[in-house]
Each structure stands twice: as structure tokens, then as C-alpha cells.
Antibody, heavy 119, light 107 residues
Framework: QVQLIQSRAEVKKPGASVRVSCKASGDTFADYSFTWVRQAPGQGLEWMGRISPYNGNTHYAPKLQDRVTMTTDTSSSTVYMDLRSLRSDDTAMYYC?????????????WGQGTLVTVS | EIVLTQSPGTLSLSPGESATLSCRASESVSRSHLAWYQQRPGLAPRLLIYGASSRATGIPDRFSGSGSGTDFTLTISRLEPEDFAVYYCQQNGFSPETFGQGTKVEI
């Protein structure tokens, strides 16, 4: 079955950068897009962006466009999310998620989450 | 961007009752691009409904979705103890994709 395994929790200082990884298994990696969603403590879900491993195309949330980069490594079936110039309000649980199916963009599979603390 | 407004913010119900959750979009959204997720405390969200009304694999039939255009509804009939959680709608038809702010269903 499809599994998404994310990297461990991180603690970063303001102004630093963080990289969160998400390793996929159980299906053909390049066939589906991946999305990053974050959730600040006690808050709702925030869509950060989407990447297609097939062609590398990305779409980012306008408020994060200048600080976020999403990439993929097809050789290891891993998706990466880099966030720069960290601020205290970037403290959140970061989730990667995969499309449910071909041309079905709902997020059918989720990683376990990676807590990023900026302090 | 499309703003999704969920109501009510909190729904206080008892097991066995039914819940009706609303998701209103600031612009028309294609039915094929409207999804609902459930999030229990401490866990990642889980897809419940995609395409406005199709249940994801393993989702019980007490969950149903309906609606079109700007108004969508998630109905939970016969609430079970494990259904008390936060529910989010999401549109994935236009970038940036967006989530509603969530509805908490509490006992």
C-alpha cells in the first residue's frame, strides 16, 4: 500500500532554513503529484504548494512563494520541501500528501507529519 | 484565491445523532474538485469524500457529501464516538488550492 514517511522533527532559529523530506513507497512515484500542507498549533490546514515528479512543475501559495522550494528525487522516490528565512509563525506540523489517483487531485495519502519549531 | 467558509465553527451533538456541515465557496467550484477531510486529535488528516460525493476507500456509508457551485454539504448520520473530530473542506480546482477553516464536531 502507499506509504509516505517524513523526516524527523526539527528545531530552528529565526532566519534559518529547514528541509523536510517525504519518502514514498507502494506505487509509481512519478505518476502522482505531491502536496505540502502545514498546520500551526491549534489552527487549521494551510496549503503550501504542489509538485509533479513527472515534470517538476510546481505551484506555490502566494504568501510562501518567495521562501519555499519543493523538489523531488525520482531515484529515491523522495519529495523535499525547503523553507527559508524562518520566522516564529512558521512553527507548525508539516505534512506531505499524495494525490488519490491519476487526475484525482484530492489528497488520498498523508505522511505522519514533521514538527518544525522556530525558536 | 477561492475562500471556503465552513459553518458552523463547532457542532455539539450526541452519539447517534446526525451532523450537517456546510462549506461555502467565494466562487463556483467544480464538483470534481471539492473534497472533505477528517482530522482526529494528534493525527494527520484523512480523506473522506472526493468529487463532492464519492466516499474514499474504507469510509463508512454514514458519511455522505452533496452540493454544487458554491454550496457543499457533508452529512454524518448516526454519529459514532470516533466521528467526533474536526472536518475540513478543500477545493483543488484552482491554484492556490484552499481549505476551509474547519468545523469541530464535539460531544
Amino acid at each position: 500500500q502507499v506509504q509516505l514517511i517524513q523526516s524527523r522533527a526539527e528545531v530552528k532559529k529565526p532566519g534559518a532554513s529547514v528541509r523536510v523530506s517525504c519518502k514514498a513507497s507502494g506505487d509509481t512515484f512519478a505518476d502522482y503529484s505531491f502536496t505540502w500542507v502545514r498546520q500551526a498549533p491549534g489552527q487549521g490546514l494551510e496549503w503550501m504548494g504542489r509538485i509533479s515528479p513527472y515534470n517538476g512543475n510546481t505551484h506555490y501559495a502566494p504568501k510562501l512563494q518567495d521562501r519555499v522550494t519543493m523538489t523531488t528525487d525520482t531515484s529515491s522516490s523522495t519529495v523535499y520541501m525547503d523553507l527559508r528565512s524562518l520566522r516564529s509563525d512558521d512553527t507548525a506540523m508539516y505534512y506531505c500528501a499524495r494525490d488519490l489517483g491519476f487526475a484525482e487531485l484530492s489528497l488520498g495519502f498523508w505522511g505522519q507529519g514533521t514538527l518544525v519549531t522556530v525558536s | 484565491e477561492i475562500v471556503l467558509t465552513q459553518s458552523p465553527g463547532t457542532l455539539s451533538l450526541s452519539p447517534g445523532e446526525s451532523a450537517t456541515l456546510s462549506c461555502r465557496a467565494s466562487e463556483s467550484v467544480s464538483r470534481s474538485h471539492l473534497a472533505w477531510y477528517q482530522q482526529r486529535p494528534g493525527l494527520a488528516p484523512r480523506l473522506l469524500i472526493y468529487g463532492a460525493s464519492s466516499r474514499a476507500t474504507g469510509i463508512p456509508d454514514r458519511f455522505s457529501g452533496s452540493g454544487s457551485g458554491t454550496d457543499f454539504t457533508l452529512t454524518i448520520s448516526r454519529l459514532e464516538p470516533e466521528d467526533f473530530a474536526v472536518y475540513y473542506c478543500q477545493q483543488n480546482g484552482f491554484s492556490p488550492e484552499t481549505f476551509g477553516q474547519g468545523t469541530k464536531v464535539e460531544i
